[in-house]
């Protein structure tokens, strides 16, 4: 399945033989204060900047209806996002992800985003399609 939206992921996850949560760590674009002004030049135009963790959240894929009740969610806990990075952890033996390894799955992505390894996730930005960087 080729994904697109969020919507995608969504209806993707709940194809699964086994119970999906959704991992997602929101994300603010920051431009370093060390930055160059070649760097400052190309964050005024939208390109380049940090990634910076804001929150975090998880759900299981069967509880979530659609990107728009999700943004409307993430913006009642904080409207300080531009995009979000997803992943998906699976259940074993027909149950969904124990408590315990869904928050370290999630200390792990804020981690990776912290130092730039985004590779494993989907982003999306606020309008819940996907984003690629290049």
């Known amino acids: 399945m080729n994904i697109t939206c969020f919507d995608d992921l969504i209806a993707a996850a709940r194809t699964q033989p086994t119970p999906q949560t959704l991992l997602m760590v929101f994300v603010d674009v920051e431009l370093p ?8 030049e190309r964050f005024e135009q939208g ?23 999700l943004s409307a969610e993430a913006d009642q806990q904080s409207r300080d996002w531009r995009m979000v990075m ?10 969904p ?4 390894a869904i928050e370290q799955a999630l200390n792990r992505m804020v981690m990776a985003v912290h130092q730039g ?8 930005d606020r309008q819940g399609q ?3 960087f290049g």
């Open 130 to 132: 996907t984003v690629h």
């Open 33 to 40: 204060p060390d930055a160059s002004p070649q760097e400052r």
């Open 117 to 124: 390894q985004i590779e494993g996730f989907i982003p999306f």
């Open 86 to 95: 997803v992943a998906a952890l699976s259940g074993t033996a027909g149950q």
């Open 47 to 69: 390109q380049g900047g940090a990634l910076s963790p804001r929150m975090c959240l998880d759900r299981a894929a069967a509880e979530l209806t659609d990107w728009p009740t």
């Open 97 to 100: 992800p124990k408590d315990e």
